[in-house]
């Protein structure tokens, strides 16, 4: 199974933006999925979660009310809606996945490669 994320960039401060996460593969059952980020020169850090049926959403409190996470199982995709930016929300941002592999009954935690967002002031 393979993450592959989309939609980072440049943006102004205040400004939006949408990153995708693309799941693909054969064979498989995705669980919890989540979106972290990582600054530099600082750890990565959780940004928001989002259960398999999308009825539970978690979020860390800098991004409470600005970001909405959701997911479309449909298309093994999931979102991340980023409003009202700031600069302090400039990051690689990845997304993360528990997987199950359906032949294997194996349990994997997938990450993506990281899409980076700079928010300008």
């Known amino acids: 199974v393979q993450l592959v994320e989309s939609g980072g960039g440049l943006v102004q401060a205040g400004r939006s933006l949408r990153l995708s996460c693309a799941a693909s593969?054969?064979?498989?059952?995705?669980?919890?999925m989540g979106w972290y980020r990582q600054a530099p020169g600082k750890q990565r850090e959780l940004v928001a979660t989002?259960?398999?049926?999308?009825?539970?959403?978690n979020y860390a409190g800098s991004v409470k009310g600005r970001f909405t996470i959701s997911r479309d199982n449909a298309k093994n995709t999931m979102y991340l809606q980023m409003n009202s930016l700031t600069p302090e929300d400039t990051a690689v941002y990845y997304c993360?996945?528990?997987?199950?592999?359906?032949?294997?009954?194996?349990?994997?935690?997938?990450w993506g490669q990281g899409t980076l967002v700079t928010v300008s002031s």
């Open positions: 593969g054969s064979r498989f059952s995705i669980n919890v």
């Open positions: 989002i259960t398999s049926a999308g009825g539970s959403t």
């Open positions: 993360n996945a528990g997987v199950v592999e359906l032949t294997s009954a194996r349990y994997l935690e997938v």
